[in-house]
């Protein structure tokens, strides 16, 4: 779940710690091409809404948290 992953990104950034921040932050970028999808599956059986604006969005607040540490 991208969304989920960068909220915890961004709640690690806040408590200042950098690794758990950076985990889940990587984690999307991991299993994402181009476009950010609303839920990543590990088959060809299931699809999800793609591109989804609320993930690229959550993206981008949580790249910002992470220069903040």
């Not at 758990?20 to 599956?41: G, H, M, N």
């Not at 299931?46 to 989804?52: A, I, M, N, R």
Request: proline letters at 4%; a positive charge.
């Amino acid at each position: 779940m991208p969304l989920l992953n960068f909220w915890m990104s961004i709640y690690y950034s806040l408590k200042r710690d950098a690794a758990s921040a950076e985990k889940y932050y990587t984690w999307v970028l991991r299993r994402v091409d181009k476009y950010i999808p609303e839920q990543v599956f590990e088959n060809r059986l299931q699809k999800s809404v793609c591109p989804l604006a609320w993930a690229h969005a959550m993206f981008v607040l949580a790249s910002h948290f992470l220069t903040l540490l």
